[in-house]
């Protein structure tokens, strides 16, 4: 019998078809709004952390048929054989969490936690590969970070093929400082990772802050070559004249405010289904700037974007503009842990497509704008 192929199971190939339908359309040079904003109303939805997870169990265990028809009790009966089958708990905490209510919690869930991706890594005896990849399509975050000391254990164990149990002995040596008679060489360098995580305190995502705080500099001395002084103010502006109200009010600038000055709540928008949250505002920027949060992917990929709409835009082309931006975002990401730009996250899609329009920060604002007016 012939496999059924919904192309709604390829979530990366439905993500980039996607784009290319829609700036490939005649009306998209003359209508770059709202075609943009139609597509992300219409077409555009996250992939749900569940439909991620089905999707790959469906594949796994070779089924057939539509991946959303197959009985929830399917994909649990194959989550509790292959947790039984490499002895992997419901939880890396003690307690009474049972594996056939976190099987069908997982299952029902659109977003989960990173401690979630990592017990299925081992559960389903993930790759590395692999446990990266749910990570960044499943949850839209980071690789596996080595300078966390379960996530550096975790990659170890996935690594090399090791089940929970090895994990376990792993992180109970972790804990007691225990770095005596390493089984082999690649234990000894895990031990002297461990080491180092213990004897010296590290900041675990300084990558991010440093590309951040690049990003946001090179944004501001871009405001403040835009900036045009009135008859009050001749001198030229300065970088650290701007703050993150001015950013924000560059990016959103199509986004309605209160009696506050404030934004408007992002539930207020019809983009919100398709986006959630995450806007760059000033509350957001001060936090980042202050180090009270990290810088997570949207934030850079957002900063990236302002950069590439005003840089060169009488001399590259959209579509030399989009390659140029990709490809430095790209490597941006891949510096910070990330993976690539992924056109199944419908707000990177979006980015994308603005990319490829004449004015690509025009377009940005205004599609924010139509979707309070919605």
């Known amino acids: ?154 990659a170890y164990c996935y690594d090399y093929g090791y089940t929970f149990p090895k994990f376990e002995k792993l992180q109970k040596r972790y804990e007691a400082a225990d770095w005596s008679a390493p089984a082999d060489e690649e234990e000894a360098a895990l031990f002297q990772a461990c080491r180092a995580l213990r004897e010296k305190e590290q900041t675990s995502d300084s990558p991010r802050f440093e590309v951040f705080m690049s990003l946001y500099e090179q944004v501001r001395i871009l405001l403040a070559k835009g900036y045009e002084p009135d008859e009050w103010k001749q001198e030229p502006a300065r970088p650290e004249d701007f703050s993150p109200a001015d950013l924000e009010a560059a990016l959103y600038e199509g986004i309605p405010r209160d009696a506050y000055d404030n934004l408007l709540p992002m539930k207020r928008s019809a983009l919100y289904a398709v986006f959630g949250e995450g806007r760059l505002s000033r509350k957001r920027l001060f936090s980042l700037l202050h180090r009270q949060t990290l810088p997570e992917r949207r934030d850079l990929i957002t900063l990236n974007f302002y950069l590439w709409s005003q840089k060169e835009k009488d001399r590259l082309s959209p579509r030399k503009r989009f390659t140029a931006f990709t490809e430095d975002t790209n490597r941006l990401l891949s510096a910070c842990g990330f993976g690539e730009l992924y056109a199944a996250i419908p707000y990177e899609c979006f980015l994308m497509m603005c990319l490829l329009t004449n004015d690509p920060l025009a377009v940005y604002t205004d599609v924010w704008e139509r979707s309070y007016q919605e």
């Open 1 to 154: 019998m012939k496999k059924y192929r919904d192309s709604q199971l390829d979530f990366t190939d439905r993500g980039w078809n996607t784009l290319y339908e829609v700036v490939d359309d005649p009306a998209f040079k003359t209508q770059s709004a709202e075609s943009i904003y139609l597509n992300l109303i219409h077409q555009c939805r996250p992939v749900p952390f569940c439909d991620y997870l089905k999707r790959f169990l469906y594949r796994a265990a070779s089924l057939e048929g539509d991946f959303r028809t197959i009985p929830t009790e399917t994909y649990q009966g194959i989550l509790r054989a292959a947790f039984r089958e490499t002895h992997t708990p419901a939880s890396f905490e003690e307690g009474s969490t049972k594996l056939s209510a976190a099987s069908a919690n997982w299952l029902s869930q659109r977003k989960a936690s990173r401690a979630t991706v990592l017990l299925l890594g081992f559960g389903l005896s993930l790759s590395l590969a692999e446990v990266n990849e749910f990570l960044l399509k499943g949850l839209h975050t980071e690789a596996l970070r080595r300078t966390d000391p379960r996530e550096l254990l975790c």
